[in-house]
């Protein structure tokens, strides 16, 4: 793991623990946001891409390596995840709202805003669409 991963990880880890008294907050994702489609067609590269993208992320310490939900961090604070790999586990999502949730952040994830380009965060969406039936990666 690298230097940028280690200390990305450490403040991951002092925001979770100072956030686990915080109220849960609903969060209202804007139509125009919820309607959004993805610019990018699946295909072989953009998943890898974006399996690299959830990577270097550190999307696993929570949501796990293969998107199942056993990340270290969530079973750390006790937090309940999607198993991505479910079918129909995405279905109530639309590729625009998982855009949204991982560009902006939700409870407890972080915003990735900013520190992705907006490609970036789209081959996450192509990826973790990816995963359903697919088994572990």
Aim: hydrophobic content about 35%.
């Amino acid at each position: 793991m690298g230097m940028r991963n280690v200390a990305l990880c450490a403040l991951l880890c002092l925001s979770l623990a100072g956030c686990q008294s915080q109220p849960k907050v609903e969060t209202k994702i804007p139509q125009e946001e919820v309607d959004r489609k993805n610019p990018l067609e699946s295909n072989a590269a953009t998943i890898a891409a974006g399996l690299q993208a959830y990577g270097d992320t550190d999307c696993a310490l929570c949501h796990g390596k293969d998107g199942g939900g056993k990340g270290v961090e969530a079973k750390d604070i006790s937090m309940s995840m999607h198993d991505w790999r479910k079918a129909g586990s995405l279905d109530k999502f639309t590729d625009g709202e998982l855009n949204y949730l991982i560009a902006k952040g939700k409870g407890h994830m972080p915003k990735y805003e900013g520190r992705e380009t907006p490609e970036q965060i789209w081959q996450m969406v192509v990826y973790i669409r990816s995963l359903p039936g697919s088994g572990a990666h």
